[in-house]
């Protein structure tokens, strides 16, 4: 026993621990004679270890590395002030099946001199049998039900490297728990060198079917844009799994390093330790009311600087919504103390119900209360729901306020951000009430998207494809090439915004008021925003991003349909959004029910309608959009008809 004891070390998982892992944690395999025998056979074998602790002494092979004091210690002179940081949190390691995360996960415990423990076989001990096996008899469902459970119980265990399962990550309460008890290193690796790694191994569950390769590459591009939440990327590569622990020690130093305030900020850092990117600066050229926008990684910490060089001495109202606030606002609070810069803040509800005249009331209500003056500002602080209802704010207190945008969402940042239109919802319609109120600045802080979700991630994606499609087909088909990596995070995405930012900026100085040109930044938006009103602007159904991914493939199919371009134009379209994972059929918006002539009606809400005519956004193939005044709505109904009866 004593021998067993050592073996598995001090940092094993405690049998107290296995004892919930089968009663909670897999639950129902009780029912299963054989396993419960197993269990029981498993839980009997335990015993107290002189610590207190519970020590497994089962002959399973463990997902326990030896207690490192047995062997040496850590073997790396930086460890102790990594350890010292972690303050006992676990290091998480991510990442797609064969990408090396128990190998140097292993390897990287080692250098800490601490436990390190795979999920997996945590999980296959706990079930008393492979995960091959839970799949196949319980399914997949269950099996991230239990896998849940045991990383919820694996986190709370103090400081260890815990190597997860491919699929773990994936669920947004282990993502949400990781985040705040943990540290995570996703083990970035491309598609060839995972194929080579997997392509032989068996026991894949997910990987078992006729078509591993493409199975692979759906994974891929389901997971990356989710990994990319992790706190550190490192790459997984064909050289020796030391240089890759390597890699994770100095981002682990450099994550870990505390900002000193006091000192000079090191060349390439924030002061929160952020690597910063380099800085994009784009004009938009607008005479007197013209301004920048800042593109780079830190920009929130940053905003003092800025905020008092554009306007020295003022003091700003901060709107933001709960969710920003919580991420982003400390911040930015932060960073304007650090400036002596008087604030006050305005936290609204999430999503696009705060786009409404009682909090508009609200906002303005609380910017007069907080004595900003009329040489002051306001800084919407958020998505395009915040940008939009502060910047119309700002339109209308005093008779119109200077204001700063910081777009926190993807779409915020590549678009709504950007060209000075602002507003609110009406009962009848989206954005009917507002201004053309242009921002003195943009502040795009590219850090702020990890912590977007996915979802919102991904919906703002479709505004940046919607730049290709309008009139640059060479950034569509680098888009086609490179979302993978723009997704991922890193110089692609900071390329991908400021090249939005760029078309947006050249679009808005030469036609700031919509007469003609800026009609076409509406591509996919008089479907998506009747979509967005059939659904009730109801998130969860559907946010404006997707909403304009469905529209643009809509514009594509009917312009196709009326042999304006071609039907396999019109099929990549598709395929592209759908491969980034955005909607482009009626049918994927869940739980809705509307016919074709209420679509039609919502249509002529919108505030494109002229004369009581439609205007859409059609077009003669990628990169060559223009606007339609004549559509006749006859049409458009049948189109709305095929479109609802649509296969899959
Ligand atoms: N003014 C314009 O030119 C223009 C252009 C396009 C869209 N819009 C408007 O923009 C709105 C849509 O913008 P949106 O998609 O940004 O919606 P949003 O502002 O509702 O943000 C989406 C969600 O993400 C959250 N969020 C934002 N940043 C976050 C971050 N960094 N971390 C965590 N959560 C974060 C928000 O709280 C919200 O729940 C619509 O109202 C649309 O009409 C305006
Ligand atoms: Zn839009």
Redesign the pocket.
Known sequence: MNKKRKRLGTQAVSSRCYLIDKDEEFRSMRSDGAILRRFSAFIHESSLNPGGRHVTSCGMSSGISSDPGTDGGPHDRRAAPVVSALGGRPIVLVGMMGSGKTSTGRRLAQRLGLGFVDADVVIEQAAGMSIEDIFARHGETYFRDGEKRVMARLLGEGPRVLATGGGAFMNAEVRRRIASEGISIWLKADFDILWRRVRRRTTRPLLNNAEPEQTLRRLIAERYPVYAEAHITVASHEGSHDDVVDEMMAQLESFLSPPDPHQALAPGKTNTGKNVSKLEKIGVELGGRGYDILIGDGLIDEAGGHISRLAPGAACAIVT?E??AK??LPALERGLDAAQIKHAKIIVT???GS?TYSVFERVCDEIIKARIERNDLVVAL???????LAGYAAASVRRGMRFIQIP??L??QV??SV?G??GINSPFG??LIGAFHQPSLVLADTG??V???AR?FR??YAEIVKYGLINDPGFFNWLEASWLEVFAGGAARAQAIAKSCAAKAGVVARDEHENGERALLNLGHTFGHALERVTAYDGARL???EGVAIGMACAFRFSARRGLCSAEEAGRVTSHLKTAGLPVRFRDIADWDASAEQILDAMYQDKKVEHGALTFILTHGIGKCFVAKTVDPLEVLAFLKDELNAGP
Do not use: M, W
């Not at 958020?382 to 939009?388: L, P, S, Y």
């Open positions: 919504d969710n920003v991420h982003h999430p999503g696009e786009k958020g998505g395009g729901v915040v940008g939009d926190t969402s779409l915020a678009d709504s060209g239109k602002t989206k954005n702020s998207l912590t977007l979700p919102e919906a703002g946010v404006h991003g």
